[in-house]
């Protein structure tokens, strides 16, 4: 553990095996204890922790928006991509378990493995001291991204989405092509089809897959 992560955090740990499970990637636990000690359960919890103190901060900061309007916002602040921008501003990357193996072939900084490791350390904070100081990281961690955009925002799939059944041209059909590399390091490629135009796209998990094949279709227009 670097020094000053604690304070970068804005929390200290009670107890501090909690701290070190969040930081610890699969591919660092313990296979004797089937890699209980790695931090995928607390990325679980991490996930409803962020959901809930998101949405009730959404209510409050938009109290003149509608439930689409607002769910538009949630799926964009709680999605790994904006996961891992607060991961990286936090240093998350550099304090890291990972095998030194692991760490040459670039698992570190994979987007997915840091938006993860965000969510199990919310979890942890959760589990450590309550809803509080989980809230108060999600408040003052994602405030630049909840004030970038005044309208909802729209994922590429989304807006793909509204365009295709805007033209009445029914809802894009999404293909998995390919999976490649270890488990702990996939490549997955999927295409999408719609209004008649296929195109491909690929990321580290299938949901950003499926992102970057909407943003590959959307852009050819």
Do not use: H, M
């Given at each position: 553990m670097k020094p000053g992560f604690e304070l970068r955090l804005g929390y200290t740990f009670r107890d501090p095996a909690l701290l070190s499970q969040a930081l610890t990637h699969r591919s660092a636990a313990d296979p004797r204890r089937d890699m209980l000690d790695s931090n995928e359960?607390?990325?679980f919890l991490g996930d409803r922790v962020l959901a809930l103190a998101m949405a009730e901060w959404l209510s409050e900061r938009f109290p003149n928006?509608?439930?689409?309007?607002?769910?538009?916002?949630l799926s964009v602040l709680v999605a790994a991509e904006t996961l891992a921008k607060v991961g990286d501003?936090?240093?998350?990357?550099?304090v890291l378990r990972i095998p030194p193996a692991e760490g040459r072939t670039g698992l570190r900084g994979r987007a997915?493995?840091?938006a993860d490791a965000t969510e199990a350390?919310?979890?942890?904070m959760y589990l450590d001291g309550g809803l509080a100081p989980a809230q108060a990281f999600v408040r003052r961690e994602w405030v630049a991204h909840i004030a970038a955009d005044p309208t909802p925002p729209m994922s590429a799939k989304s807006r793909l989405q509204e365009y295709t059944l805007g033209r009445a041209e029914g809802l894009p059909e999404y293909r998995l092509v390919s999976t490649t590399g270890p488990s702990h390091m996939p490549v997955f490629v999927v295409s999408v089809l719609a209004a008649g135009r296929?195109?491909?796209g690929h990321g580290d998990s299938k949901r950003a897959a499926e992102q970057a094949a909407a943003e590959a279709w959307l852009a050819a227009l």
């Open positions: 359960r607390l990325e928006e509608r439930e689409g309007a607002l769910g538009k916002r501003a936090i240093g998350l990357p550099a997915t493995v840091i350390l919310i979890g942890a296929a195109a491909e």
